[in-house]
């Protein structure tokens, strides 16, 4: 099922998110690993290949972007990128236990409030559309059968 066209309005406001995020003062670089990292988390294939290829065009390394999903124990991902790794693992698996006071205080440090608060934009975006493309079983542009 294609929903853009049955629900283009709810498209369209959820492209409004995005480009507040792509306005923001977080570089592109931790944006493509924060939506990385929740696709995988989710499940979602569609988006796992388009922001790996994203990450991948404007410059990101392949060793980086094969150790997102192993970020904790991979040498390669300075502080700042693992506190927001580890808020968007908190925030995508979303329990009551999940975004501790610790792991927000962690990312604060990293982070001013203004990008904290879009850190929790950004994260909260990507999983809606992970939800979309998981629902509806989208397939990636790139898969070739």
Request: negative net charge; aromatic residues 8%; hydrophobic residues 45%.
């Amino acid at each position: 099922m294609e929903l853009g066209p049955l629900v283009g309005d709810v498209y369209r406001h959820a492209g409004a998110l995005d480009a507040f995020v792509t306005r923001s003062t977080l570089p592109k670089q931790l944006l493509d690993l924060i939506c990385l990292r929740a696709s995988q988390i989710n499940g979602c294939v569609y988006c796992v290949d388009m922001h790996s290829a994203d990450a991948k065009q404007a410059g990101e390394s392949d060793a980086r972007l094969h150790s997102v999903v192993v970020w904790q124990e991979s040498p390669f991902f300075t502080e700042r990128e693992r506190a927001a790794l580890a808020f968007t693992e908190a925030a995508t698996r979303l329990s009551t236990e999940d975004v501790t006071d610790e792991i927000w205080a962690r990312a604060a440090e990293h982070f001013s409030e203004k990008e904290m608060a879009t850190l929790v934009v950004a994260v909260a975006t990507i999983n809606f559309w992970n939800r979309m493309a998981v629902s509806t079983r989208m397939t990636p542009p790139s898969y070739k059968p």
